[in-house]
């Protein structure tokens, strides 16, 4: 029943109780999407917390697919192409990968096009990932582990609720150099008591003054700028 559900069950376009998160596509990965995928992965801003270099071919892409179908063979992992749902763009990739069904335990990666970067669209992905793996899969772990360096993304990933479990010393290499990697997780209580706190904070939530806002916003962007008028459009720290 499991590996029926992982074969062939996708994450859902949209999520109940969460708004907005409605605008993208979970499409099994395949070489349909090979050139549109290469577009953006000669983007060398892909790669700024990745321990590979941009493609510079598009059989190096087609050569990447190639593996993370050969890993979806193997029978431990899935890959899919995210898509917008308006116009079927192809926005990046998401996967999850190493699963240990004994454990219950499973890790996940994404990337999206750097062009899209700041819309929204990473937080509907891991949103949509969580929802999958704890209530389809219905399994306990989700983890993972990024550059330590990358800050953005692991104020993202602490903010949707990811908990540190350490600092993986010297666990990769780029440029000749080694660097940590942040290592994180989350158990399926933790998910379920999240949304259990995140209904009950919609039931009593209030209205907020705009001056309160701007005191929020400031803060978490730490620049002193702010003001009505700013938007993720025209603020260069507000990536997400």
Sequence with gaps: ????????????????????LNQILFVRLSMDGLEEMHTYSTD????????????????????????????????????????RKDDNKLIGTAGLLLLDYHNQSIEWGFGVDPDLWGQGYTL?????????????????????????????????????????????????????????GWKYSMLKDEYVSSKKENTSNSDSARDYKDSEIIEIVSSVLETKTINIESNISNTTKWDS
């Design 1 to 20: 029943e499991f590996y029926n559900k992982f074969n062939n069950i996708d994450p859902k376009d949209e999520l109940q109780g969460v708004d907005g």
């Design 44 to 83: 060398e801003r892909m790669y700024e917390n990745f321990e590979f270099e941009a493609f510079q071919s598009i059989e190096d892409t087609k050569q990447y697919i190639l593996k993370l179908l050969n890993r979806v063979e193997d029978g431990n992992a899935v890959y899919w192409f995210i898509r």
């Design 124 to 180: 509907q992905i891991m949103e949509a990932l969580k929802t999958y793996v704890f209530e389809d899969l219905e399994l306990n772990r989700l983890y993972g582990t990024t550059f330590v360096s990358n800050e953005r993304t692991i104020a993202s990933l602490q903010a949707t609720g990811m908990k540190e479990e350490g600092i993986l010393r010297e666990f990769s290499m780029k440029n000749g150099q080694f660097i940590d």
